[in-house]
């Protein structure tokens, strides 16, 4: 008494089939295709004040006022610096360009001043725009330096 085997062979091969190909598939964010992010700043520079870092950018021509910036931060004691490796960053904050935190300088340039810094330490900075809806574009290029003036 034989059995056919042919029709399980069959149903193992289709399931098997289901799975392979609902596992697969592009992987990425799940942003909606309609949400467009800005585009990242590329002039983000640093600059050691006595007591403070001076950050200074300018605004991308393809984004307008209604964005907001998110500005991050690394801190690491000068001896264990090791500018251009992976940072870890920090939001120090999220500002609109109306905040009074923000200067501006000219048509489309910022500036943003830290003033919790400590002499003898590594900063570096990364500055993203985001737009009203809350999703943030590339961060900027980075802009490091050892604070020693006191």
Same mark, same amino acid.
């Given at each position: 008494?034989? /059995?056919?085997?042919?029709?399980?062979?069959?149903?193992?091969?289709?399931?098997?089939?289901?799975?392979?190909?609902?596992?697969?598939?592009?992987k990425?964010?799940?942003?909606?295709? !309609?949400?467009?992010?800005?585009?990242?700043?590329?002039?983000?520079?640093?600059?050691?004040?006595? *007591? *403070?870092?001076?950050? /200074?950018? $300018?605004?991308?021509?393809?984004?307008?006022? $209604? &964005?907001?910036?998110?500005?991050?931060?690394?801190?690491?004691?000068?001896?264990?610096?090791?500018?251009? &490796?992976? !940072?870890?960053?920090?939001?120090?904050?999220?500002?609109?360009? $109306?905040?009074?935190?923000?200067?501006r300088?000219? *048509?489309?340039g =910022?500036?943003?001043?830290?003033?919790?810094?400590?002499?003898?330490? =590594?900063?570096?900075?990364?500055?993203?725009? &985001? %737009?009203?809806?809350g999703h943030?574009?590339?961060? $900027? %290029? *980075?802009?490091?330096?050892?604070? %020693?003036?006191?």
């Amino acid at each position: 008494m034989r /059995r056919n085997r042919l029709p399980g062979a069959g149903l193992g091969a289709i399931l098997l089939l289901i799975l392979i190909f609902t596992g697969c598939g592009k992987k990425g964010d799940p942003l909606p295709p !309609q949400v467009l992010l800005p585009a990242a700043i590329v002039d983000l520079s640093a600059a050691s004040l006595p *007591e *403070e870092v001076l950050l /200074r950018w $300018s605004l991308p021509d393809s984004i307008d006022g $209604s &964005c907001v910036f998110k500005i991050l931060r690394s801190e690491t004691v000068a001896k264990d610096a090791c500018p251009g &490796c992976p !940072q870890k960053y920090l939001t120090l904050g999220t500002l609109a360009p $109306s905040d009074r935190r923000l200067g501006r300088e000219g *048509e489309r340039g =910022f500036r943003y001043i830290d003033t919790a810094v400590r002499t003898g330490y =590594f900063y570096s900075y990364r500055v993203a725009v &985001c %737009n009203p809806a809350g999703h943030c574009g590339e961060a $900027s %290029n *980075e802009a490091g330096l050892i604070h %020693n003036i006191r």
